[in-house]
Structure formats: structure tokens, C-alpha cells
T-cell receptor
Framework: GNSVTQMEGPVTLSEEAFLTINCTYTATGYPSLFWYVQYPGEGLQLLLKATKADDKGSNKGFEATYRKETTSFHLEKGSVQVSDSAVYFC???????????FGTGTSLTVIP | DAGITQSPRHKVTETGTPVTLRCHQTENHRYMYWYRQDPGHGLRLIHYSYGVKDTDKGEVSDGYSVSRSKTEDFLLTLESATSSQTSVYFC??????????????FGPGTRLTVL
């Protein structure tokens, strides 16, 4: 089956710290992988995506590399800001249909 | 931002009453989805639609029905609301049926409380 597992939160970091949020997946076929971000009181917004193995998605200083050998898509940012405080969701679509599968979300709080 | 609105944004209702949530899009996208978001579960798919009058069940469809009579509108109905359906409901849209080259865009959500 298809599923996404991401690290438990909440995560609290000081401003300018390095961020890693782990995401691993199980999928049939060759999935596409996504990171979405949800700011308080809002819907989910696409942060970045990768559609094939070894692709790196990047946006707003965040990066994630599609690692087929480890079935992972970890989110990283070199220097977080207070404005990055949000809930981050890892997701996949198996590309054999139009369903998306989401992880449970990781809450990030960045303190000044 | 994708043109997706949800109504109402907040609703409190009583157990046993029917409730309908509306999702409206101005993007003319073919696919529409309803999710619920609960602590510890992330987002779970309730139903989705791949065209007018074409719908299918998702992971947690029991107690919910949907209808899509126009491309732009996707309705979610709780036939007889229960307290376990207290949640935040998100509508999403996407253009194509190949997720790799497409993205889901989300509405702002509806917070539903069933007393």
C-alpha cells in the first residue's frame, strides 16, 4: 500500500538553527513526493515537490531530495526564521491515480 | 493563489442533524477532493470527484456523501452528524489525473463542531 511516515513533533528551534524533518514513504510504483506547509488558521500550501528519484525540490530556502534507495524525502533548511513556524506535511501520490497520501504533520516553532 | 472558497468557515451543529459543506472553485479544474484533518491523523481523504457527477470514495467515507452537479462546486453532506465528525474539513482541487505533474491546491478549511 501507500503511506507516509514523518517524524513526531513538535519541534522547537532557535532562529537561524538548522532544520531537518524526516519523511519516509511506502508506495507502489514510482511516486511523486511533496512537502506542504500549513500556517495557523490556513489551508495547506505546496512548499516543494520532486517527481523522480534523485530530484531535489527547493523553495524559500527549503530543500528535499527524493531518495529511492532509502525511500526518504527529508525536509531541510539551513537557517530557520520565526516566520517558518508552521505545520509541515509530507505527501505522496503514486502516479497510478489521483489520490494523495499525507503524513500526520510536524509542528515547527521557531523562537527568536 | 488558487481560487478556492469553502462555506461556511465555521459551523456548530447538534448530533443527528444533516450538514452540508460547500467547496467552490474558479479554476475550472477537473478534480476535487474533500479531506478531514484531525490531530494525530494528518489529512484523510473522504471523497473525491473526477468530473461532473463522477465521484468516488476515499479512506474515511462512511457517514458522508458528496455531489458535483457543476464543475465549480463540490458539496459534502454529513447525513446525520455525530460527535466523531467534529473536525476541520479541507477541499482541494487539481487539474490533471497524473499527480506527478500536478499539484493539489487547498481551500481555507471549515471548522465543524458537532455537539
Amino acid at each position: 500500500g501507500n503511506s507516509v511516515t514523518q517524524m513526531e513533533g513538535p519541534v522547537t528551534l532557535s532562529e537561524e538553527a538548522f532544520l531537518t524533518i524526516n519523511c519516509t514513504y511506502t508506495a507502489t510504483g514510482y511516486p511523486s513526493l511533496f512537502w506542504y506547509v500549513q500556517y495557523p488558521g490556513e489551508g495547506l500550501q505546496l512548499l516543494l515537490k520532486a517527481t523522480k528519484a534523485d530530484d531535489k525540490g527547493s523553495n524559500k530556502g527549503f530543500e528535499a531530495t527524493y531518495r529511492k534507495e532509502t525511500t526518504s524525502f527529508h525536509l531541510e533548511k539551513g537557517s530557520v526564521q520565526v516566520s517558518d513556524s508552521a505545520v509541515y506535511f509530507c505527501a505522496l501520490t503514486p502516479n497510478t491515480g489521483n489520490q494523495f497520501y499525507f503524513g500526520t504533520g510536524t509542528s515547527l516553532t521557531v523562537i527568536p | 493563489d488558487a481560487g478556492i472558497t469553502q462555506s461556511p468557515r465555521h459551523k456548530v451543529t447538534e448530533t443527528g442533524t444533516p450538514v452540508t459543506l460547500r467547496c467552490h472553485q474558479t479554476e475550472n479544474h477537473r478534480y476535487m477532493y474533500w479531506y478531514r484533518q484531525d490531530p494525530g491523523h494528518g489529512l484523510r481523504l473522504i471523497h473525491y470527484s473526477y468530473g461532473v457527477k463522477d465521484t468516488d470514495k476515499g479512506e474515511v467515507s462512511d457517514g458522508y456523501s458528496v455531489s458535483r452537479s457543476k464543475t465549480e462546486d463540490f458539496l459534502l453532506t454529513l447525513e446525520s452528524a455525530t460527535s466523531s465528525q467534529t473536525s476541520v474539513y479541507f477541499c482541494a482541487i487539481s487539474e490533471s489525473n497524473w499527480g506527478g505533474e500536478d499539484t493539489q491546491y487547498f481551500g481555507p478549511g471549515t471548522r465543524l463542531t458537532v455537539l
